[in-house]
């Protein structure tokens, strides 16, 4: 793909093309093909910076006016992306509510000792 890609920009960029067009078909590098794991294990470490290709937000006509080639991926990134995030949410909610319960947990236990140091020192 990558070769395609590359010489037929070449041949485009042989036609003088314009600003826009420049803009829209930009050069393909090697590291904008490699696969992102980010689909496959959304929690894997270091998918927060990872960002789509340029290629991936280029609107191809192909069809009909009211439905875009890249529609159905956009959909599914993005429902990836929210369900990441209220998982991420769910996670935090989570660990207070576990520390909560930890401080409470350690409060009784230092009051059941303490009980038991009162009853002690009482004997």
Known sequence: MLVLYTKTRKQMM???PGEDQLQKYKP????QLKISTAMGDPNARGQQNESLAWFWSVEVDLGGPE????????RVHWLRAKSLRDRWKEEMMLVQLEMDWTCNFFL??????GDRMRESEEK
Do not use: G, I, P, V
Request: proline fraction near 0%.
């Open 67 to 74: 439905h875009s080639w890249n529609e159905d991926f956009y």
């Open 108 to 113: 009784w236990k230092a009051t059941q000792w």
């Open 28 to 31: 393909l590098l090697r590291e």
């Open 14 to 16: 042989q036609l003088e």
